[in-house]
């Protein structure tokens, strides 16, 4: 945000129907902000021309605003960014359309650009109407593959402005047939380690079982490498917060995500938290599993 001295610190969110911008709205609820959805933009001027709010603001705008355009909005924009009472910044939500497609299916909702139409219609529009919006924005955040709690994590991370002196600390582990997890910040590759899957009996377990996790570290380079993966990462966690770092996100890959991936992040997690650091733990595959 621009530097300023006092006045409104506001975040604009916006982007395509079902991209996730009520999350966003909660998660911005949850950081202290004052959280307002669908505020007519002819009155976003007069509730910024009172004293300033003791909290920053996050407004929510889409196309269901009552007088919503993109040229309106972009005007907006423009006129927030050079006021000299207000700290502005734009947040734009993107999604990839079959991903929106396949969301408006699951809730069976009617895209409010096509009422009586299919809604692939109404995202195309949608999306092309908004495209000089998305140019303008400061963070893009697209959340095609990202669960609810995802957002909420990426929310946090760019916005939280008051978390440099409580580093979060989230470890991530996943399969690299699926790829690697959008927003990580460093990737472990655990594939050169014993795969409990080669096992019949634990194949059907996964990295969280005591026989899987004692299966991969009975390994003899296990010892060596997690006790350099712990030096490495305790070394960096300090300067990483000295460098006013809010959220570090760090992902652990296996072939199929379910056994070594796991088993390590979970081994982690807990010399983490033994250090006095505040670690949260996310599972892909097998969050995808039981979903």
Not at 113 to 126: F, M, N
Not at 127 to 149: G, N, Q, W, Y
Request: hydrophobic content about 40%; glycine content about 6%; charged content about 30%.
């Amino acid at each position: 945000m621009k530097a300023t001295q006092w006045g409104h610190r506001v975040v604009l969110v916006t982007g395509p129907s079902g991209a996730g911008r009520s999350t966003a709205i909660h998660s911005f609820e949850d950081l202290g902000y004052e959280a307002i959805d669908n505020l007519p933009l002819s009155l976003i001027p007069r509730l910024l021309e009172g004293a300033p709010l003791p909290r920053p603001i996050a407004l929510g705008i889409d196309v269901r605003n009552r007088d919503f355009s993109a040229s309106a909005l972009i005007e907006l924009i423009d006129r927030l960014a050079v006021s000299a009472d207000v700290e502005s910044e734009v947040l734009y939500l993107d999604c990839m359309p079959d991903e929106l497609v396949r969301r408006y299916s699951q809730t069976r909702r009617r895209h409010p650009l096509a009422p009586v139409e299919p809604a692939t219609d109404g995202i195309d529009r949608e999306i092309d109407l908004l495209a000089p919006i998305k140019v303008r924005a400061d963070v893009v955040i697209d959340t095609s593959e990202m669960s609810p709690h995802d957002l909420r994590n990426e929310i946090d991370r760019w916005f939280d402005k008051g978390a440099a002196a409580r580093l979060v600390i989230s470890l991530h582990s996943f399969s690299y047939k699926r790829g690697v997890p959008r927003g990580v910040d460093m990737v472990f590759d655990t594939r050169f380690l014993r795969n409990p899957h080669w096992d019949a009996d634990l194949r059907p377990l996964d990295g969280r079982d005591p026989r899987v996790a004692a299966y991969v570290a009975a390994d003899e380079r296990f010892d060596s490498y997690f006790k350099t993966l712990c030096d490495l990462i305790l070394l960096m966690l300090p300067a990483q917060v000295e460098e006013g770092k809010s959220h570090l996100s760090i992902g652990f890959g296996c072939t199929g995500g379910q056994h070594r991936s796991v088993a390590v992040a979970e081994k982690l997690a807990k010399v983490l938290a033994d250090a006095g650091w505040q670690v949260s733990k996310r599972h892909r595959e097998l969050e995808r599993r039981a979903a």
